[in-house]
């Protein structure tokens, strides 16, 4: 059993399947009740949205990831699901772990159709994946000696590393740029 406390500096900082996916969903049919609201008549057509919808509907939990983990010999140093949003759970590791965070905005995992969604309402897609919750993927920290092993994983992304200051929770952008990340 792995718990938010035990992440150490220089740990991988991974992530299973796609981020943002849930809060996408949310919003759509938001939208879509807001339209049926003005105009009963008019049925929701939600076909270019059914990857988002469902992610919202029918969250599913990725309890199949600790049985890979287990198979291989890998043991996460913690490991949280992420239920609150990335941005939240990921200060939780770091406080409970008393440990520094530093997470790559480009190497977040977000599905096309959130992406899509992220356009429509003008909102950036990285918000909607370190903000948007109830995704029920999980975020977990492994030693550096799992990266072999965890990259050649499709669906887990790693996206940061552990660091030694506990005040630095920071995302750095593909320009660059460092950005403090608030719960």
Known sequence: LSYRSGAQPNDLI???GDLGAAYAGLLVLDREQQVYMDKPDLQPDLS???????RQLKPEARVDIMSRLRSVGIKPTSMVDVSDGLDSELHHISRQSKVGVSI???KLPIDYQTVKV?????IGPTTFALNGGEDYELLFTVPLSSFDTIK???????????????????T????GQVVDLEA
């Not at 270019?48 to 469902?54: C, K, Q």
């Not at 992220?118 to 003008?122: G, L």
């Not at 994983?153 to 660091?163: A, E, L, N, R, V």
Request: charged letters at 20%.
């Open 48 to 54: 270019d949205y059914d990857y988002v919808v469902g």
């Open 14 to 16: 991974c992530v299973s």
């Open 152 to 170: 050649a994983w499709s669906d887990i992304s790693i996206i940061g590393k552990i660091t030694n200051d506990p005040n630095q929770i920071q």
């Open 172 to 175: 750095i952008l593909e320009s």
């Open 104 to 106: 790559y905005a480009h």
């Open 118 to 122: 992220a356009e429509e309402f003008k």
